[in-house]
């Protein structure tokens, strides 16, 4: 039997994920990367426990595998965003600060408000976010400046995994588009924004396509992957256009929608496209090929707040007679009418990426009185999530241009909320029966890799559908009457975000006093 192994390194997890001949999962194994919080706005991981955690995974799904099994490419998914600091020899001088670190919000505020940003995004394809390393490297330098100067180079998790196993530098087009100092239309590190950083194309990995093959892994990095020969090892991509890849939502008439903790929603296109007030991203997938959506910080996650805050005793009772907490909370919202009887919810709880782009966004209801009840408020909540997704679709493609959208994520487990998206969007939902969708990806770029596929089109016929939740057209037409008042509130709501996170500033330190 011959089989692929695909690696998803991702912000919650690592994992590995063998798939036969037919993308059928025949192996997984995970490894939990936990957070380091210890100040304000921090997200940082240790990059050494990361490398730990992706030769357990592929040892462990190499271990599951029956002895006649023939490997035949191992290719990777990464977490975008993500910033190292190396010295000279190549050692890490900083943890790993994930996309979610907020402590530059200030250094990108800024800059979004100038037309230098908007320069950038036109080239780069990346929104200005506190997010990108562009901007985190812009806060090291003002903030921390003794540090930047000890720095010899500057890498995501994928460049220092491929250098452990390697011992070199390389860097996919895919990754190096999420930096915000890539030129999506030249291939190549953008000099004007290099020059803005005080930094050289030296301190950067060489940028090599999506399908590069690294081979030459040495007999003790064999030994500590399980691996009994010399396997192909794929660069691959970034894990939102791969998630693309293995839902099957390829060219511009499918959309992927990933909805877990956070959401993305993105289709792939053959042109870059950018957003005129810089609302969207457009990543590379390959040189032929570029990924159009946006990414949101407000998914799934805001529902377990809610369910904590405002119908705790639902979930508890539910945990307390052994239910699904989730089942209970959704059980009790069903027969709530759509548009939570004129109640409107901005599920701006964690900032946003897009399609706000604003890390100091805050959440609101909007047009509550006091008839309106917890369920109505849960209901609400749910709503905003998905009229923010569909906010983000509606700048990526016009509205005539899909026919469907593929998806997964923690929210597939909820036929209200799978319901309830396909409303709001106005599409019918397809759910592949995979859902390590991002490590899928990474194996039909490995694939491709090898000759065993040809054109990256041809993973649409591999991936196999589970089920299919229509649209309802009355419930449609409904939202279809709320959502432009979601969007009109949302940009009057958005001149106090500003002064509110100042309010808070002044509070706090008034505490501290």
Not at 62 to 79: C, D, G, H, M, N
Request: negative net charge.
């Amino acid at each position: 039997m011959k089989i692929s192994i695909g690696v998803d390194i991702g912000t919650t997890q690592t994992k590995a994920v063998a798939f036969n001949e037919q993308a059928e999962v025949i192996a997984s194994a995970y490894f939990l990367n936990p957070m380091i919080q210890e100040a304000p706005g921090m997200a940082e991981q240790d990059p050494e426990l990361i490398f730990h955690g992706v030769c357990t995974v592929i040892k462990e799904v190499v271990k599951q595998l029956p002895k006649s099994t023939t490997i035949e490419v191992i290719a990777f998914s990464t977490a975008m965003h993500s910033l190292i600091l190396l010295d000279d020899n190549k050692h890490p001088l900083t943890r790993m600060i994930t996309w979610a670190d907020n402590r530059a919000k200030t250094q990108a505020e800024k800059l979004k408000n100038s037309q230098l940003g908007f320069h950038f995004y036109q080239q780069t394809g990346t929104p200005i976010h506190p997010m990108t390393p562009l901007v985190k490297i812009h806060w090291l330098n003002e903030t921390q400046p003794e540090l930047t100067k000890q720095v010899a180079y500057y890498v995501s998790i994928k460049e220092y995994i491929f250098f452990r196993l390697f011992g070199q530098l390389v860097c996919d087009y895919s990754t190096a588009s999420g930096t915000g100092y890539f030129d999506i239309h030249q291939f190549k590190w953008a000099e004007e924004a290099l020059n803005y950083l005080s930094i050289t194309q030296e301190q950067l990995p060489e940028v090599m396509p999506s399908t590069t093959i690294l081979n030459g892994l040495s007999k003790e990095k064999q030994e500590i992957l399980g691996l009994e020969n010399d396997i192909s090892f794929v660069l691959g991509g970034a894990d939102g256009p791969l998630s693309n890849l293995g839902l099957g939502a390829f060219g511009e008439k499918i959309a992927a929608l990933t909805v877990g903790t956070s959401g993305a929603l993105r289709f792939i296109t053959d042109k870059p496209q950018l957003h005129p007030e810089m609302e969207t991203f457009c990543y590379v997938l390959d040189r032929t090929h570029w990924v159009v959506g946006g990414a949101t910080s407000n998914g799934a996650g805001i529902f377990d707040w809610a369910s904590q805050t405002l119908m705790q005793e639902v979930t508890q009772a539910a945990i307390d007679q052994g239910e699904n907490p989730y089942d209970a909370l959704f059980s009790a919202i069903t027969f709530v009418p759509p548009g939570a009887n004129g109640l409107l919810f901005q599920p701006y709880l964690l900032g946003e990426r897009a399609p706000l782009w604003e890390a100091e966004a805050s959440g609101s209801f909007l047009g509550l009185q006091r008839d309106h009840t917890e369920k109505e408020m849960m209901r609400a909540i749910l709503e905003g999530i998905c009229f923010n997704l569909k906010r983000i679709l509606t700048g990526v493609c016009s509205e005539d241009q899909l026919t469907e959208i593929r998806a997964t994520g923690g929210f597939s487990q909820s036929p209200v909320f799978r319901q309830l998206m396909a409303d709001v969007l106005g599409y019918p939902l397809i759910f592949p029966a995979v859902s390590e969708a991002s490590a899928l990806g990474a194996v039909f770029l490995g694939w491709q890799s090898i000759g065993k596929i040809t054109d990256l089109s041809e993973a649409i016929e591999k991936v196999q559908l589970a089920s299919q939740v229509p649209v309802q057209q009355k419930v449609k037409e409904t939202y279809q009457k709320i959502f432009p008042i979601f969007v009109e509130t949302q940009k009057q709501v958005a001149a106090t975000y500003q002064p509110l996170a100042h309010l808070r500033q002044t509070l706090s330190t008034m505490d501290e006093k």
